[in-house]
């Protein structure tokens, strides 16, 4: 089931001709099961939906649960203040709206997860900060925390050995001024793709962001906001090798959660780098089991 398509698809948002669109993965004969909101990575940059996770598409049917793969704008056209506007957007269409778009008795929208990885992982987070009310579980995978911390002020080689465009080459998808776009295609038939490597090499994300100066971005770096403002419980994964986002971000998030008492579940995987959870065969009961436990609880 790991090439699972959407069961439906619905434009949750409109932004002048820009429509933002989720969509939406069922498994057969549900009844009353959670849902798993999902963001997709690429710096807030590049990406699209359709990368949700494989083991994510198969959890659904295993696991019995809606999943929901959603849109936001990208930086720079758009900072990010606004894409978070996107996200809770996104969390109150499901919340309200949701169900009405499917059959009686399918979703239970209050039992809500919310997942990502890299900048989806940090969509999570926020929503976990600032969502209200709050999700349920938030399951960010190897994120990024602090736009402002080290690993994004200092230039960075192409992760993975990927290849490093230049300014000139990306100057179309650098322009503030463009249009706003919600995904980018494919390589080699859209060159966006390359805009999370060249933002690594200019060491310039905050920029990018719309959040360069440090009392702007002040509510976008999680780890200094978790004291005030809570997060959910949270499993979090981050390999310690990780070339695109430096496991410094996950830690100190962590490190947060653990001085205020937030229950966390941290898999520091060993010797792995961005994207460890891509393989074909990847799996991971202990995610799962972090996730329902919470979901489900939330319903007795």
């Known amino acids: 089931m790991s090439d699972m398509k959407p069961t439906k698809t619905f434009v949750y948002k409109s932004v002048g001709n820009l429509d933002l669109s989720l969509d939406l993965y069922l498994p057969d004969e549900p009844r009353q099961i959670p849902v798993v909101l999902w963001f997709h990575g690429g710096g807030l940059l590049q990406g699209r939906r359709d990368q949700l996770a494989a083991w994510m598409r198969k959890g659904v049917q295993t696991y019995k649960y809606a999943c929901v793969s959603a849109d936001y704008r990208l930086a720079p056209q758009t900072g990010v203040q606004d894409i978070f506007e996107d996200v809770k957007d996104c969390v109150n269409f499901i ?24 900048a ?44 490093l465009a230049s300014k000139e080459e990306m100057a179309r998808y650098l322009d503030p001024k463009a249009e706003p776009v919600a995904n980018c295609g494919p390589l080699p038939e859209d060159a966006r793709m390359h805009m999370y490597s060249r933002m690594l090499d200019a060491a310039n994300l ?39 986002v430096g496991v410094e971000q996950a830690d100190e998030v962590v490190g947060a959660m653990l001085g205020c008492g937030i229950e966390v579940q941290y898999e520091r995987s060993h010797g792995k780098d961005h994207f460890l959870d891509t393989g074909a065969d990847y799996e991971n009961d202990a995610f799962f089991s972090f996730m329902l436990k919470h979901l489900d609880s939330r319903q007795e």
């Open 206 to 244: 905050a920029e990018l962001l719309g959040i360069s100066d440090p009392k702007v971005a002040a509510p976008f770096r999680i780890s200094r906001c978790v004291y005030q403002h809570r997060l959910p419980p949270a499993y979090i994964v981050h390999g310690d090798a990780d070339s695109a």
């Open 95 to 118: 919340r309200n709206d949701l169900s009405a778009n499917v059959d009686e008795g399918v979703l239970d929208v209050t039992r809500l997860a919310v997942s990502g990885s890299s």
């Open 120 to 163: 989806g992982g940090y969509l999570a987070l926020l929503a976990g900060l600032y969502a209200d009310p709050k999700p349920t579980v938030i399951i960010p995978i190897y994120p990024i925390t602090d736009p402002l911390g080290s690993f994004f002020t200092n230039p960075q080689p192409p992760a993975l050995g990927r290849y």
